[in-house]
C-alpha cells in the first residue's frame, strides 16, 4: 500500500507527541509515588564541623523532629577539614536520591566561593536547597583573662597588638574565619590565625586560654558566656539578642562597622527529586513551627526564619545573595 510521505511524517509527529505525553505522564506518576513513599530508610545528614559546634547543635535540634515527621531515622555524620568544604564536596558528590544530605551555612555555601578558587563545587549549581533552618548572630568574644575590659579596649589592644594576638577559627572558609575576616579589614590588622577541625574545638581552646579571641556564632558561645569561662564584647547586630541582653551590640560599643551573622541551611544534591525536596521542606517546616524545638533554638540565641524565608526558593536567593555579599570581602584574603 503507497502511503505519502506527509501523512507518514504527521503520523510520526502524533506518535512522537503521544509518547512525550505518556512519558511526562510516567513521570508525574513516579515523583507522586516517590513523595509517597519516601523515606523508606534512615537519612544520614553530613555536618561539615566536628560534634558540639553550632552547626552540629542546629541539624541535631532540627532532624530529630524530622525524623519523627519522615518516620525514619536522621543519621548525624560529622565531617571536619578544610573549612567545611571537605564534607560538602562529598555531599555534591553523593547520590540524590534524599538519603544524603548536608546542612550547611555561610561558610559552605557562600564564603567558600572566593576563599577556595580551586573549589570541587558550586553551591549554586551542585545543590538543591531545602530549607533554612536559623540565623545565627556573631560575637565578639574572648579569654575570661583577656585584657581588654570592652569592645573599645579591645579595637586598641589588638591595633596595638596586631603581630602578638591570635584569633581561633575552624578553619579557611568556616564562618568564624570568615566573620573575623571582616572584623580584621574594618580593623585593618592582620594577627595570626590558628585554625581548628571545627568551632567546638576552638571554643574550647577559647576556655582553656590557649588563643586570645574569635568570632564565633551563638549557639556555640551562650553557655560559655552565661558560665563566666570566656567573655563577650559585643553582637554584630542591630538588636541585643534575649538570650544573652547584657551583651551590648557593635554600635552601641563603638564599632557599628562590623554586623555579620551566620545562617544554617539544608541542602540536598542537585537531581534530587522536588517531591522529596518537597517531602524533606515540609518535615523541616513542621519542625521549625514545634514549641520545643523553637524553645531550644531560641535558648541558644537562634533566630528562627519566618514561613517565607524557609522556602527552596528563598534560601536559593539567599545563597545567591550571600555569594554577592562576602566575594568583594573575602577576595583580597586569597
Given at each position: 500500500?503507497?502511503?505519502?510521505?506527509?501523512?507518514?511524517m504527521?503520523?510520526?509527529?502524533a506518535?512522537?507527541?503521544?509518547?512525550?505525553?505518556?512519558?511526562?505522564?510516567?513521570?508525574?506518576?513516579?515523583?507522586?509515588?516517590e513523595?509517597?513513599?519516601?523515606?523508606?530508610r534512615?537519612?544520614?545528614?553530613?555536618?561539615?564541623f566536628?560534634?558540639?559546634?553550632?552547626?552540629?547543635?542546629?541539624?541535631?535540634?532540627?532532624?530529630?523532629?524530622?525524623?519523627?515527621?519522615l518516620g525514619?531515622?536522621?543519621?548525624?555524620?560529622?565531617?571536619?577539614g578544610a573549612?567545611?568544604?571537605?564534607a560538602?564536596t562529598?555531599?555534591?558528590?553523593?547520590?540524590?536520591?534524599?538519603?544524603?544530605l548536608?546542612?550547611?551555612?555561610?561558610g559552605?555555601h557562600?564564603?567558600?566561593?572566593?576563599?577556595?578558587?580551586k573549589?570541587?563545587?558550586?553551591?549554586e549549581?551542585?545543590?538543591?536547597?531545602?530549607?533554612?533552618?536559623?540565623g545565627?548572630?556573631?560575637?565578639i568574644?574572648?579569654?575570661?583573662?583577656?585584657?581588654?575590659?570592652?569592645?573599645?579596649?579591645?579595637?586598641?589592644?589588638?591595633?596595638?597588638n596586631?603581630?602578638?594576638?591570635?584569633?581561633?577559627h575552624?578553619?579557611?572558609?568556616?564562618?568564624?574565619?570568615v566573620?573575623?575576616?571582616?572584623?580584621?579589614?574594618?580593623?585593618?590588622?592582620?594577627?595570626?590565625g590558628?585554625?581548628?577541625?571545627g568551632?567546638?574545638?576552638?571554643?574550647n581552646?577559647?576556655?582553656?586560654?590557649?588563643?586570645d579571641?574569635m568570632?564565633?556564632?551563638?549557639?556555640?558561645?551562650?553557655?560559655?558566656?552565661?558560665?563566666?569561662?570566656?567573655?563577650a564584647y559585643?553582637?554584630?547586630?542591630?538588636?541585643?539578642?534575649?538570650?544573652?541582653?547584657?551583651?551590648?551590640?557593635?554600635?552601641?560599643?563603638?564599632?557599628p562597622?562590623?554586623?555579620a551573622?551566620?545562617w544554617?541551611?539544608?541542602?540536598?544534591p542537585?537531581?534530587?527529586?522536588?517531591?522529596v525536596?518537597a517531602s524533606?521542606?515540609?518535615?523541616?517546616?513542621?519542625?521549625?513551627?514545634?514549641?520545643?524545638?523553637?524553645?531550644?533554638?531560641?535558648?541558644?540565641?537562634?533566630?528562627i526564619?519566618?514561613?517565607?524565608?524557609?522556602?527552596?526558593?528563598?534560601?536559593a536567593?539567599?545563597?545567591k545573595?550571600?555569594?554577592?555579599k562576602?566575594?568583594?570581602?573575602?577576595?583580597?584574603?586569597t
Amino acid at each position: 500500500m503507497f502511503v505519502s510521505k506527509g501523512i507518514h511524517m504527521t503520523f510520526l509527529r502524533a506518535l512522537t507527541g503521544a509518547c512525550a505525553a505518556a512519558l511526562a505522564s510516567l513521570g508525574t506518576f513516579i515523583a507522586a509515588a516517590e513523595a509517597q513513599t519516601y523515606p523508606t530508610r534512615s537519612i544520614t545528614m553530613i555536618v561539615p564541623f566536628a560534634a558540639g559546634g553550632p552547626t552540629d547543635v542546629v541539624a541535631r535540634i532540627v532532624t530529630s523532629h524530622m525524623a519523627q515527621t519522615l518516620g525514619q531515622s536522621i543519621i548525624i555524620e560529622n565531617v571536619v577539614g578544610a573549612g567545611g568544604t571537605t564534607a560538602t564536596t562529598r555531599a555534591a558528590r553523593a547520590a540524590n536520591d534524599g538519603y544524603t544530605l548536608i546542612t550547611g551555612h555561610m561558610g559552605t555555601h557562600a564564603a567558600s566561593v572566593p576563599l577556595y578558587p580551586k573549589l570541587a563545587y558550586h553551591p549554586e549549581k551542585d545543590f538543591e536547597p531545602i530549607a533554612l533552618l536559623a540565623g545565627t548572630p556573631i560575637l565578639i568574644l574572648a579569654r575570661k583573662d583577656f585584657p581588654p575590659k570592652d569592645l573599645n579596649e579591645f579595637v586598641a589592644y589588638v591595633k596595638a597588638n596586631a603581630e602578638k594576638v591570635n584569633a581561633a577559627h575552624a578553619g579557611v572558609g568556616s564562618v568564624s574565619h570568615v566573620s573575623c575576616e571582616l572584623l580584621h579589614s574594618i580593623l585593618d590588622i592582620k594577627p595570626v590565625g590558628v585554625p581548628f577541625n571545627g568551632t567546638g574545638p576552638a571554643m574550647n581552646a577559647l576556655v582553656g586560654g590557649q588563643v586570645d579571641y574569635m568570632c564565633d556564632q551563638i549557639v556555640n558561645a551562650v553557655p560559655q558566656i552565661n558560665a563566666g569561662t570566656i567573655k563577650a564584647y559585643a553582637i554584630a547586630t542591630p538588636e541585643r539578642n534575649p538570650s544573652l541582653p547584657n551583651v551590648p551590640t557593635t554600635a552601641e560599643a563603638g564599632l557599628p562597622k562590623f554586623q555579620a551573622q551566620a545562617w544554617n541551611a539544608m541542602f540536598a544534591p542537585k537531581g534530587t527529586s522536588p517531591a522529596v525536596v518537597a517531602s524533606l521542606n515540609a518535615a523541616a517546616v513542621k519542625a521549625l513551627d514545634d514549641e520545643t524545638v523553637r524553645k531550644r533554638l531560641l535558648e541558644l540565641g537562634s533566630v528562627i526564619p519566618g514561613p517565607a524565608e524557609r522556602t527552596p526558593e528563598s534560601l536559593a536567593a539567599l545563597v545567591k545573595n550571600e555569594i554577592a555579599k562576602w566575594t568583594p570581602v573575602l577576595k583580597p584574603a586569597t
